[in-house]
């Protein structure tokens, strides 16, 4: 990996020189690019942040330009080592304790033409003036894309490392869901902080922190464990019910406000059914070529699986698109005190902001949560557990309640056929979408959302 030197912080800076920015890029677990070289590191903005420590840290935006594919722009924190050495400034607690306190106090640190800014939630201004002083820090290490902190046990601050224009759906929702309705079965947005100057972009979200909250997939794969092959029990068709309840306010609160363009649900027209089937076959392709590396014949089924995803473009255009949470799954909800809650708004992370921040049918979510509760089935028997009841029952389950919330709403196709229908393609977009993601990080899974491809009339298929 290379960099051409194109990296030149602006004058008043003191002696920290950014030309060993690629060095540090290329080690940093965030960075999504290291399988290809870098050709140039140009710096965007650049802000002082207020003075945490007794080396000055300083908050940059670069844009990366690489051989072979686009340019991307990324968020660095940079404190000044031996030698020239740049060190990551996120490493340091004190660094953190001061982002958190421009998002606390709604202030600005200002550099050049460059700012950063703060901004809290209203609502939030008491669980804000309660968290004062040097709060702890402690670090997550779950996220790759983004970096997430957890400040005194009691707030979550994210930030962002892939800076893309516009607004961040994670701020965007979080703060229409904060202020526009009444859904609350999601972890409390407390603020934000925006870099402005020639980005302009969300860097960071900050979040209540639910303690003594478990993970939606571990405390499901826990549950199949301690039930094995025995049916499964009525307590959990329950809790798995009320998931699919709390998905369904979800979505009727996201469509709940018609004099917000931004929000206001619109009617699924024809040329929408073909866009997205044309979208969906042309995924095809690519996927099974890609997978063709570890199953060579699979590559050979196209044809099949795309007049599976044509099928969408001849349904009955009915029900809305809204706005949706995007990437649901179980790794996106907690479950506390017979609760679910919802978190993580940001969108699937491989797709650009301007797809992320789209309007679509809220079968999509449904279909996300659907294909992870087969998967958690799926991830069961690779464990051991012999084959039972778990992954119809857990389906059904969770869809009697979302359908029994959002039925009748006017958000979903009318007729049977079309709502099946649409329903079988968007979970077909997300098999393919694991695939890709499996080949490429977890090769020994990627036999599960495979299995599901080739065999979709199995209930864990699409």
């Not at 998002?103 to 939630?121: D, F, I, K, W």
């Not at 996201?254 to 073909?274: G, H, K, M, T, Y």
């Not at 649901?328 to 650009?352: C, I, M, N, S, T």
Request: hydrophobic letters at 40%; one cysteine or more; proline letters at 6%.
């Amino acid at each position: 990996m290379t960099g051409t030197g194109e990296v030149n912080a602006a004058a008043g800076h003191g002696e920290l020189s950014l030309e060993r920015l690629p060095e540090l890029l290329a080690g940093q677990r965030w960075f999504g690019r290291k399988a290809f070289p870098i050709r140039a590191v140009r710096t965007v903005d650049v802000v002082r942040l207020p003075a945490p420590s007794e080396r000055e840290a300083l908050l940059v935006s670069v844009e990366v330009s690489f051989v072979g594919v686009p340019a991307e722009q990324y968020l660095v924190a940079v404190l000044p080592g031996e030698q020239g050495a740049l060190l990551p400034a996120l490493e340091d607690d004190q660094v953190v304790q001061a982002l958190f306190q421009l998002l606390r106090e709604g202030s600005r640190a200002v550099t050049g033409g460059s700012q950063l800014r703060g901004e809290h939630v209203p609502g939030a201004e008491a669980a804000l003036a309660a968290l004062l002083g040097k709060l702890p820090v402690r670090r997550l290490s779950v996220e790759q894309s983004n970096s997430s902190f957890v400040l005194d046990e009691r707030v979550i601050l994210k930030v962002i490392r892939k800076l893309e224009p516009g607004p961040s759906p994670e701020h965007e929702v979080g703060l229409f869901l904060a202020t526009r309705t009444s859904f609350r079965a999601v972890p409390a947005l407390l603020g934000a902080l925006f870099l402005e100057g020639q980005t302009q972009s969300t860097i960071a979200t900050a979040h209540e922190y639910v303690t003594g909250a478990a993970d939606g997939w571990r405390w499901l794969l826990d549950r199949y464990a301690q039930i094995g092959g025995a049916p499964l029990p009525e307590d959990l068709v329950t809790m798995l019910r009320d998931l699919g309840t709390c998905v369904g306010d979800l979505h009727l609160a996201l469509a709940s406000a018609p004099d917000d363009p931004v929000f206001a649900p619109e009617p699924i027209q024809q040329e929408d059914l073909q866009r997205w089937s044309a979208g969906l076959v042309g995924e095809i392709g690519v996927t099974l070529a890609e997978a063709s590396k570890l199953f060579p014949d699979l590559f050979e089924r196209r044809g099949e699986v795309a007049k599976r995803a044509m099928r969408m473009a001849h349904l009955q255009p009915s029900g809305m698109k809204i706005r949706l949470h995007g990437d649901l799954h179980l790794g996106q909800v907690l479950f506390k005190d017979g609760r679910w809650l919802v978190f993580d708004f940001e969108g699937e992370p491989g797709r650009g902001l301007s797809q992320r921040r789209e309007k679509h049918s809220p079968l999509r979510d449904a279909a996300g949560m659907l294909r992870s509760l087969a998967y958690a089935a799926a991830k069961a028997e690779l464990d051991g557990a012999p084959r039972s009841d778990r992954v119809e029952r857990s389906r059904a389950a969770f869809l009697d309640g979302y359908l029994a919330r959002v039925q009748g709403s006017g958000l979903l196709p009318q007729r049977d056929e079309d709502l099946l229908g649409l329903l079988h393609a968007l979970e077909l977009e997300k098999v393919l979408y694991e695939i890709r993601y499996e080949v490429n990080n977890r090769p020994d899974w990627a036999s599960i959302p495979v299995s599901s491809l080739l065999n979709p009339g199995e209930p864990s298929g699409a």
